[in-house]
């Protein structure tokens, strides 16, 4: 969708580092000097939203349990129904 506009050589450092992270707690130290603790709470948390509207759970459900905004569920929801399927894969893949 919108990454299309940030397609240039510094997005695709940016990916390429990421892929060459191997475990979960290499992931934090390089997120950790990436982004603020908000930024990856935020990225996670709409993680979970999708993984829980995956599952059928309601908006109520998904407010209670994650304390995302109804707007941050219907964009997330969005993404799931005319998005890349780019959730979809990462869940798949981690076996969520």
Same mark, same amino acid.
């Given at each position: 969708?919108?990454?299309?506009?940030?397609?240039?050589?510094?997005?695709?450092?940016?990916?390429?580092?990421?892929?060459?992270?191997?475990?979960?707690?290499?992931?934090?130290?390089?997120?950790?000097?990436?982004?603020?603790?908000?930024?990856?709470? =935020?990225?996670?948390?709409?993680?979970? %939203?999708? *993984?829980? /509207?995956?599952? &059928?759970?309601?908006?109520?459900?998904?407010?209670? #349990?994650?304390?995302? =905004?109804?707007?941050?569920?219907?964009? %997330?929801? *969005?993404? /799931?129904?005319? &998005?890349?399927?780019?959730?979809?894969?990462?869940? #798949?893949?981690?076996?969520?």
């Amino acid at each position: 969708m919108q990454l299309k506009k940030l397609n240039d050589k510094t997005v695709d450092q940016l990916f390429e580092a990421v892929l060459t992270l191997k475990t979960v707690e290499e992931c934090y130290v390089f997120f950790d000097d990436l982004c603020t603790v908000n930024e990856i709470q =935020s990225l996670s948390q709409r993680l979970e %939203v999708a *993984r829980m /509207l995956g599952k &059928g759970s309601t908006y109520n459900q998904i407010e209670a #349990e994650t304390g995302a =905004s109804t707007a941050t569920i219907s964009r %997330v929801k *969005r993404c /799931l129904n005319y &998005g890349n399927d780019g959730y979809k894969m990462a869940l #798949e893949r981690a076996g969520r």
